[in-house]
């Protein structure tokens, strides 16, 4: 059987300057081939490298680097990999070329820099490596993908941020559209159908039971150089919503 191992835990906040991103990084092992699911950015390049070594692993390791999107908080790591090929849906890709004037997350040098990379186009129920299936999952991006993974522990699903988070799970609403809102709330019921566990793009893995999220791990985040007491420090918790990017439909 196939396994899932998450590299790097994905984290959803954000803050009136501007937000972290940090997307979850996950590595599928099956009968020897490994393949890791986004590569985060820039500011996680050294944590990445050091979850690797961990597991006795190097850059050199990696067999394929599946992109869930193209947006900057997912790829920017992928020239860490250039032995790898780059998987990739052929819409995210022709779109990351030419991206929509107002998509923040789709910088216009995104598509440039992929195509420096050997690009392997993949889609709909392709399988990577045995028991490893490709699920397309657009409306967060137009190209947006994931992963079937069947493990000991049943079918997994890699959503990327077609499922953001556990809270958009079982409210079935995305917070981030850049493609469709329609198909973006299809897919979050489409990851969720089709897997016993799911891995968001932001949040710890878990399970769906009766109706609640079920997370498989402990929240755990050290956040340094700030106190609680800093002054002009606050913590917000606004109502959850849904922005679509405008122009998304054009």
Not at 244 to 250: F, I, Y
Request: aromatic content about 6%; charged content about 20%; overall charge negative.
């Amino acid at each position: 059987m196939a396994t899932v191992d998450v590299l790097l835990r994905g984290f959803s906040f954000s803050t009136d300057a501007g937000r972290p991103a940090f997307c979850a990084v996950t590595l599928v092992e099956s009968r020897g081939r490994r393949i890791l699911v986004d590569t985060a950015h820039v500011g996680r390049r050294r944590e990445l490298s050091a979850a690797l070594a961990e597991r006795g692993l190097s850059e050199a390791s990696i067999d394929a680097v599946l992109m869930t999107h193209a947006h900057w908080d997912h790829v920017q790591n992928f020239d860490r990999f250039p032995q790898a090929p780059l998987l990739l849906h052929p819409r995210e890709r022709g779109y990351a070329s030419a991206p929509h004037e107002n998509d923040w997350a789709t910088p216009r040098w995104t598509g440039v820099a992929i195509e420096t990379h050997r690009i392997q186009e993949v889609s709909e129920g392709e399988e990577l490596a045995s028991g490893v299936h490709v699920i397309e999952l657009p409306g967060h991006s137009v190209g947006s993908i994931g992963l079937l993974v069947e493990t000991e522990a049943g079918t997994a699903c890699i959503a990327g941020d077609a499922v953001h988070s556990g809270p958009v799970a079982t409210s079935g609403e995305p917070p981030l559209v850049f493609g469709s809102l329609s198909q973006a709330k299809e897919s979050v019921a489409r990851a969720v159908s089709a897997a016993d566990v799911i891995y968001p793009g932001h949040d710890r893995p878990f399970r769906i039971t009766d109706g609640a999220v079920d997370y498989l791990e402990p929240f755990a985040l050290t956040i340094t150089n700030l106190t609680p007491d800093r002054e002009g420090l606050r913590f917000e918790t606004p109502a959850a919503s849904t922005w679509v990017m405008p122009g998304a439909a054009e």
